[in-house]
């Protein structure tokens, strides 16, 4: 193996953590947005006050399924396989799903900060996820999409 080609370790398998986790707490708060009294939220944030919120809309689809619409396919494309793949195209759907996921995040921290004055815990870590999972997935394409180095990720040999 060239010593220039970089090896993914880790950023596989963090990703998919990642998503399995902002997917579980996406089906959480969506469950919780649909059957009032579910949702248990610690004292640090009122979480109905925003699950109730006019801001609890985005282009009217619930924002908790905005989070399963893109958890469900992240999880897929954080998948060992999906980071090992030869198609240019499944790095690509990431790292755009991602700046897609970012951009939700600042919007969603936005509207509970400065329309709400309110900040929902649940929404907090799904929205730190999605950070990381932005961070991670940023910082790996370069290397993933120049058509000159493929990296190898670690356990493919």
Same mark, same amino acid.
């Given at each position: ?28 708060l969506t469950i919780s947005h649909f059957h009032a009294g579910f949702l248990v939220c610690p ?12 801001? /609890? ?6 924002? $908790? ?7 469900? $396919?992240?999880? #897929? ?5 999906a980071w090992r793949s030869a198609d240019r195209r499944i790095h690509l759907a990431r790292l #755009?799903? /991602? ?41 790996? /394409? $370069? ?14 040999d």
């Open positions: 193996m060239p010593e220039d080609v970089p090896t993914l370790r880790w950023q596989p398998i963090v990703t998919l953590l990642l998503s399995i986790i902002g997917l579980a707490g996406s089906v959480y004292e640090l944030g009122p979480c109905e006050k925003i699950l109730t919120s006019n801001s /609890s809309h985005f282009l009217g689809i619930p924002v $908790p399924i905005l989070g399963l619409a893109y958890f469900a $396919p992240m999880s #897929l494309l954080c998948l060992p396989a #755009l799903l /991602s700046i897609v996921g970012i951009g939700m995040v600042i919007y969603l921290f936005a509207e509970e900060l400065f329309v709400i004055q309110s900040l929902c815990v649940w929404c907090s870590i799904i929205h730190f996820v999605g950070f990381l999972l932005f961070v991670i997935i940023v910082t790996a /394409s $370069p290397a993933l999409l120049t058509p000159d180095s493929r990296p190898v990720t670690a356990g493919a």
